[in-house]
């Protein structure tokens, strides 16, 4: 991340979705997120994502998480709390809230140095707390084994791979939404709802985006 930071005072911006000249994040490319979506996940109430995993949306995640692009947290953060506040909305709960971001494996924070998931997840709170939702980020719960990658993984098999992969490594009490990136089968929020305390009252899930694709484990819904 520091060598892109460096690299950001000599190179001019283009935007990691479409490329566009000048900008970051553009306003073309928000746009695929300003459109929150209900992601339909076995045992999860009120899951919600702010747009579809495709495209340029696609191209900008990937370089946030894996190109160390952490400065398009602030350009997310208002995609992730609209799709928040919709999953509170339909939930018809009442904050304050607090947001429990899916925690990254210990390999990927090794690669990474950093969680951006955590990093979206207090911008996105700070937003919320400044309109009016007072909302919180607890990092409760922490990796407990080795995972495989989840991509190219079918649905039983990403339920496999996330099963028994996190830990709660405190106890918290309260309205919890669970956050993550991007939602596919639903395997990682329905693994991170069950390691949640019974103090914690899941609200629901969020997410930046979610995939088209159709499973019997999760079903994007709605335009």
């Known amino acids: 991340m520091v060598v892109w930071a460096l690299l950001d ?8 979705g479409c490329g566009h000249a000048g900008v970051l994040w553009c306003r073309t490319c928000a746009g695929a997120l300003a459109s929150p979506r209900k992601v339909d996940v076995a045992d999860l109430p ?3 994502a702010a747009g579809i995993y495709d495209g340029s949306v696609r191209r900008a995640i990937h370089e946030w998480k894996e190109s160390g692009v952490l400065a398009l947290s602030s350009s997310f953060a208002p995609a992730l709390a609209h799709a928040a506040a919709m999953a509170l909305e339909h939930a018809t709960a009442q904050p304050p809230l ?3 971001p899916v925690p990254s494996s210990a390999a990927a924070m090794r690669r ?10 207090r911008q996105a709170a700070q937003l919320l707390t400044l309109h009016g939702l007072p909302t919180t980020v607890d990092e409760c719960l922490a990796p407990a084994r080795a995972r495989h990658d989840q991509a190219g993984l079918g649905l039983e098999q990403r339920a496999r791979n996330m099963r028994g992969s996190m830990r709660l490594r405190h106890s918290i ?22 390691c949640l305390p019974a103090s914690a009252e899941l609200v629901g899930g969020a997410a930046l985006a979610a ?13």
């Open 112 to 121: 990474r140095g950093v969680s951006p998931i955590t990093d979206l997840a």
């Open 98 to 100: 607090i947001f429990v």
């Open 173 to 194: 009490a309260g309205r919890v939404i669970v956050v993550d990136d991007v939602v596919t089968t639903g395997a990682t929020l329905r693994e991170a709802v069950r």
């Open 46 to 48: 009120s899951v919600w």
């Open 211 to 223: 995939t088209v694709k159709r499973h019997r484990g999760s079903r994007l819904s709605g335009p």
């Open 9 to 16: 005072v000599v190179l001019p911006l283009s935007c990691c």
